[in-house]
């Protein structure tokens, strides 16, 4: 488990029944309780015009709107923005291992990683990177970085078997793939039917034999590499510009890529602040069980505790 700066819980919802045709939800959180009516059924769409029928149905937020989209920064700029006036401060730690990261680590890391990838990988704004570990102190530096240089970064069960993965490393065209020395077998028999994968870093095992094969890259290296001119490729839509690119558990089909953009996640820890702020500020922490590969551990428990 890892344990973050800030504490997090989960609102619940509960709906009762008011007549044949509405009913009412009811959102009890922090002391408030709004109510909102919901059609049974739909209006007829005879009209043709299918936005004006959606339009009655909107139930509008209880919540002031998000600021205007236009005023939006990349994720790594945003979520970072305060880490200077917490540099001594723990940002996470791992309650297996004992390892932990402040948010000067965090920063120097960041920048450290994406120095490397644009020197020594030379790693383009429309190209992907793949990473498949488990709960880690580096996860949010390397996707970070990642992000910072208008890269894509795939996020991947780390249960996942070879063939699952050779699968998510084809779909996404992953040029560089981050692994966790435990699952590194994994990783190099996918990688060898991967031909878009072109270099391998390895995540250290706290505590074990930091020895990996050649060919492959040890992750200190990117965590040590001279920060020069802090990299960043500048992102003039941050709506439309890709971040993350997870994949669903495929529990209908094999799993399918989602392309999350910068906007998206933003908009995300807003609409997350918006309830959590005045329950929850700055200097709680958080026991975090989630995996950090999935959308709910990355957003609630990664970028917002590192944020705020």
Same mark, same amino acid.
């Given at each position: 488990?890892? +344990?973050?700066?800030?504490?997090?819980?989960? &609102?619940?919802?509960?709906?009762? +029944?008011?007549?044949?045709?509405?009913?009412?939800?009811?959102?009890?959180?922090?002391?408030?309780?709004? &109510?909102?009516?919901?059609?049974?059924?739909?209006?007829?769409?005879?009209?043709?015009?299918?936005?004006?029928?959606?339009?009655?149905?909107?139930?509008?937020? *209880?919540?002031?709107?998000?600021?205007?989209?236009?005023?939006? =920064?990349?994720? %790594?700029?945003?979520?970072?923005?305060?880490?200077?006036?917490?540099? =001594?401060?723990?940002?996470?730690?791992?309650?297996?291992?004992?390892?932990?990261?402040?948010?000067?680590?965090?920063?120097? !890391?960041?920048?450290?990683?994406?120095?490397?990838?644009?020197?020594?990988?030379?790693?383009?704004?429309?190209?992907?990177?793949?990473?498949?570990? *488990?709960?880690?102190?580096? /996860?949010?530096?390397?996707? @970070?970085?990642?992000?910072?240089?208008?890269?894509?970064? =795939?996020?991947?069960? *780390?249960?996942?078997?070879?063939?699952? @993965?050779?699968?998510?490393?084809?779909?996404?065209?992953?040029?560089?793939?981050?692994?966790?020395?435990?699952?590194?077998?994994?990783?190099?028999?996918?990688?060898?039917?991967?031909?878009?994968?072109?270099?391998?870093?390895?995540?250290?095992?706290?505590?074990?034999?930091?020895?990996?094969?050649?060919?492959?890259?040890?992750?200190?290296?990117?965590?040590? /590499?001279?920060?020069?001119?802090?990299?960043? !490729?500048?992102?003039?839509?941050?709506?439309?510009? %890709?971040?993350?690119?997870?994949? &669903?558990?495929?529990?209908?089909?094999?799993?399918?890529?989602?392309?999350?953009?910068?906007?998206?996640?933003?908009?995300?820890?807003?609409?997350?602040?918006?309830?959590?702020?005045?329950?929850?500020?700055?200097?709680?922490?958080?026991?975090?069980? @989630?995996?950090?590969?999935?959308? /709910?551990?990355?957003? +609630?428990?990664?970028?917002?505790? +590192?944020?705020?």
């Amino acid at each position: 488990m890892l +344990a973050l700066h800030r504490c997090l819980t989960v &609102s619940k919802t509960r709906l009762t +029944a008011t007549s044949s045709s509405s009913c009412t939800s009811l959102f009890s959180r922090a002391g408030f309780v709004v &109510s909102r009516n919901y059609a049974a059924s739909p209006p007829s769409l005879s009209d043709g015009n299918l936005a004006d029928v959606c339009n009655k149905n909107v139930v509008p937020s *209880p919540h002031p709107p998000v600021m205007d989209l236009s005023k939006f =920064t990349p994720v %790594p700029e945003f979520v970072s923005s305060e880490w200077k006036s917490r540099e =001594t401060k723990v940002a996470i730690r791992d309650g297996s291992t004992g390892e932990t990261r402040t948010f000067a680590q965090y920063d120097q !890391h960041m920048n450290s990683i994406a120095s490397a990838l644009k020197a020594e990988y030379a790693l383009k704004p429309d190209e992907t990177v793949a990473l498949l570990s *488990p709960n880690n102190v580096d /996860y949010l530096p390397i996707c @970070l970085a990642v992000g910072k240089l208008g890269a894509k970064v =795939t996020p991947i069960n *780390p249960l996942s078997t070879a063939d699952e @993965l050779t699968k998510v490393l084809t779909r996404s065209s992953s040029k560089i793939l981050f692994t966790h020395a435990k699952l590194l077998p994994v990783a190099l028999d996918a990688a060898h039917s991967s031909p878009c994968v072109e270099h391998i870093v390895v995540l250290p095992d706290c505590g074990s034999d930091t020895n990996i094969p050649e060919g492959a890259e040890h992750l200190q290296r990117l965590l040590d /590499y001279e920060n020069k001119d802090s990299p960043q !490729h500048p992102i003039s839509d941050v709506s439309n510009h %890709p971040w993350l690119l997870p994949y &669903s558990s495929g529990t209908t089909g094999l799993p399918k890529g989602v392309m999350l953009s910068h906007a998206n996640m933003v908009v995300n820890l807003l609409q997350l602040d918006g309830i959590e702020r005045s329950v929850f500020p700055p200097g709680h922490k958080l026991i975090s069980p @989630l995996p950090c590969f999935h959308i /709910y551990g990355m957003l +609630a428990s990664l970028l917002y505790c +590192a944020w705020r």
